[in-house]
């Protein structure tokens, strides 16, 4: 029965994860990139060791499939596609591995893809995807050696994991501190730390991360430097960081399943602390990360709602396998209160992925154009082609001289840059540092003329920052979704640059 059982949710496992592809096959190239995503295909046009804001790895990946297929959002987002598909995969694997028990595998699946901070983040191309592989891949791993299924030199594998999951994001060095406390936590692994295998997975994820490295001391460690102390130079708990970090998660993660994430964090713990090894692996890989991160979220207003991602992943696991536990013992109240919890997570989370999927192509929710990410989606391209013809016809023609691009933000850099393919000059002079500093030289500028871009975010007028001799406003372009005004560009010819006021 159990084989004809694991059979069939088996199936059910990959159909799942066969729909959610394909949906996303279908969608992903029907609207522009968003800010981060062309920022990262920025990077990919100048290939680098690494980057300011994050490592290589989203930049490489990038550049490879673009090269194959072209520079269009679809292309851009196929690793990702290609990534999300690996993911369950590699849930389904851990289930397996630790439970033998098809159900939780499938559950896990859902729940990944239904959870908005997968499901939905899945449409675009960012550093975590790829990073996120090699912390699952990681922990199936480190389970098959701790276990005696896999032989000593996993920890020459899993060394290599951290190194190239660094390549992808910072976050994933956790991996070695939650190893550790795995260890230290069950007295049967306390052995290897008298063993020299385990050691060499420091040397050998600094040798796949040396490419950072190097590319920190040519620059006089600027990564680093923007991680650990700048963006926390203000750094201190608020009421204003609590709230805003209990609503992202809400958000993020969706009330229902973040209940029952936390909940199988802690019922998790329990069962690890009267010796059950499954549960300390996926406990060791989730608690630790999320208490960090939420202590960093409350801590500095420069965080991100979805920092805390990778500690969820093995919690999807737990919370899949605890829930069927308590059906299958037979407990008619806690199973009736199991059942409500799962129809009531997935008809959430079902419901928010619909509705903002909808909202992507027909804009239904009422928030506020300025707040509203899905239009950095939209105006990009006919806003990049009057851009082309204004520089033809108004810099071009009229001087005899190529122009540049400037804006005073990264994310209008970096969309102008894709939306133009990289055929004109962008430069992005500001008062904050971004990866464009490394490319941007300002006195290379001097002199030229420019079309400055402004929007409803980003709308100082261009002599309010910039030294030109003349500035020009020449249009003004709406973009309506939804017969609503939702952003305007405006569109400057400025002449004869003369640096930063």
């Known amino acids: 029965m159990t084989d004809r059982r694991n059979e069939y949710y088996t199936k059910l496992a990959i159909w799942v994860t066969f729909l959610f592809a394909a949906f996303r096959a279908l969608v992903m190239g029907r609207t522009g990139l968003g800010d981060s995503e062309s920022y990262y295909w920025c990077w990919a046009q100048r290939l680098d060791w690494s980057y300011y804001d994050h490592p290589p790895m989203v ?41 033998h028990d098809a159900r939780v595998a499938f559950y896990s699946i859902l729940a990944f893809n239904l959870i908005p901070e997968f ?3 899945s449409l675009q191309m960012v550093p975590d995807i790829p990073s996120a592989v090699c912390y699952l891949a990681y922990v199936i791993v480190l389970n098959r050696l701790l276990t005696g299924d896999g032989p000593v030199r996993y920890w020459f594998v899993l060394g290599s994991l951290i190194g190239i999951g660094l390549l992808g994001k910072y976050f994933v060095v956790l991996l070695g501190p939650c190893t550790l406390i795995l ?26 991360f040396l490419p950072v490295v190097i590319w920190n001391v040519q620059n006089d460690w600027p990564s680093f430097r923007f991680h650990l102390v700048d963006r926390h130079s203000s750094a201190g708990f608020s009421v204003k960081n609590l709230g805003e970090f209990a609503g992202g998660q809400l958000l993020y993660v969706s009330p229902v399943y973040l209940a029952g994430l936390l909940w199988a964090v802690w019922a998790g713990y329990k069962k690890a602390a009267r010796g059950d090894r499954r549960y300390a692996l996926l406990v060791a890989f989730s608690a630790p990360t999320l208490i960090l991160f939420y202590v960093i979220c409350v801590w500095t207003n420069e965080a991100e709602p979805h920092w805390p991602a990778f500690g969820y992943l093995t919690a999807i696991v737990m919370m899949s396998s605890l829930g069927l536990e308590i059906l299958e013992k037979g407990l008619v109240r806690h199973a009736r209160r199991a059942k409500i919890f799962y129809w009531s997570a997935t008809a959430v989370a079902g ?18 154009p300025k707040y509203d990410l899905v239009n950095e989606l939209y105006g990009w391209d006919t806003t990049a082609a009057q851009i082309e013809t204004l520089h033809k016809t108004r810099i071009v023609e009229e001087t005899g001289a190529q122009g540049f691009l400037l804006a005073r933000h990264w994310v209008m850099c970096s969309q102008m840059m894709f939306g133009v393919k990289d055929r004109i000059p962008v430069a992005c002079f500001n008062d904050r540092r971004d990866q464009f500093d490394f490319w941007d030289k300002e006195s290379g500028m001097m002199g030229k003329d420019a079309i400055v871009v402004t929007d409803l975010r980003f709308k100082e007028e261009p002599d309010q920052l910039y030294k030109f001799d003349s500035v020009e406003k020449v249009a003004v372009l709406p973009l309506i979704r939804g017969g609503e005004l939702k952003r305007e560009f405006t569109l400057w010819v400025c002449r004869n640059y003369q640096g930063m006021k």
């Open 59 to 99: 930049a490489w990946l990038i550049r490879i499939f673009t090269d194959i297929g072209g520079d269009s959002s679809f292309m851009v987002r196929f690793p990702s596609l290609l990534l999300f598909i690996l993911l369950c995969w590699l849930l389904y694997r851990l289930s397996m591995d630790l439970f």
């Open 119 to 121: 499901g939905i983040a």
């Open 351 to 368: 419901l928010t992925f619909a509705l903002f999927y909808v909202h992507v192509f027909h804009p239904i929710l009422p928030i506020k």
């Open 183 to 208: 260890v230290a936590w069950i007295p049967e692994y306390r052995k290897w730390y008298l063993r020299w295998q385990p050691y060499s997975m420091f040397f050998i994820a600094l040798f796949f």
